[in-house]
Nanobody
Framework: QVQLVESGGGLVQAGGSLRLSCVASGRTFSLYSMGWFRQAPGKERVFVATISRSGYSTNYADSVKGRFTISRDNAKNTLYLQMDSLNAEDTAVYFC???????????????WGQGTQVTVSS
C-alpha cells in the first residue's frame, strides 16, 4: 500500500484560501486514483474531490465545486487541494486517500493519511 502524509492546513478567515498537500511514499503513486475527504466535528467523513491516475479526470462534491481544485504531480508523488472562497462550513479535518479506481465512494479508498485541520473563521 501507499503511505500518505497531509500538510497545509491551518486557520484562515472566511473568503480566504489554503492549499493542502499530500505526499505519497511506498507504492508507485501514479498507480492510484486519489481523493480528498473531510470530517467535521460530530459528522461523518464525506467526499470532497477525486482525481484519476493521470490527472485528466476530476470530480467534486457539489458543496465545493467552483471553489476547490484538485491536482496532482506524479513526478513529485504529491496530491494537492487548492481551496478558495473558504467559508465556515469548510471547517473540518481533511484527509487524502488512495484508490485502485476512479471513484467517489469512501469504501473504495484503502490508504489514508492522518488528516490536517482546516479552520475557517467567520
Amino acid at each position: 500500500q501507499v503511505q500518505l502524509v497531509e500538510s497545509g492546513g491551518g486557520l484562515v478567515q472566511a473568503g480566504g484560501s489554503l492549499r493542502l498537500s499530500c505526499v505519497a511514499s511506498g507504492r508507485t503513486f501514479s498507480l492510484y486514483s486519489m481523493g480528498w475527504f473531510r470530517q467535521a466535528p460530530g459528522k461523518e467523513r464525506v467526499f470532497v474531490a477525486t482525481i484519476s491516475r493521470s490527472g485528466y479526470s476530476t470530480n467534486y462534491a457539489d458543496s465545493v465545486k467552483g471553489r476547490f481544485t484538485i491536482s496532482r504531480d506524479n513526478a513529485k508523488n504529491t496530491l494537492y487541494l487548492q481551496m478558495d472562497s473558504l467559508n465556515a462550513e469548510d471547517t473540518a479535518v481533511y484527509f487524502c486517500a488512495a484508490a485502485p479506481l476512479f471513484t467517489t465512494a469512501l469504501r473504495d479508498f484503502h490508504s489514508w493519511g492522518q488528516g490536517t485541520q482546516v479552520t475557517v473563521s467567520s
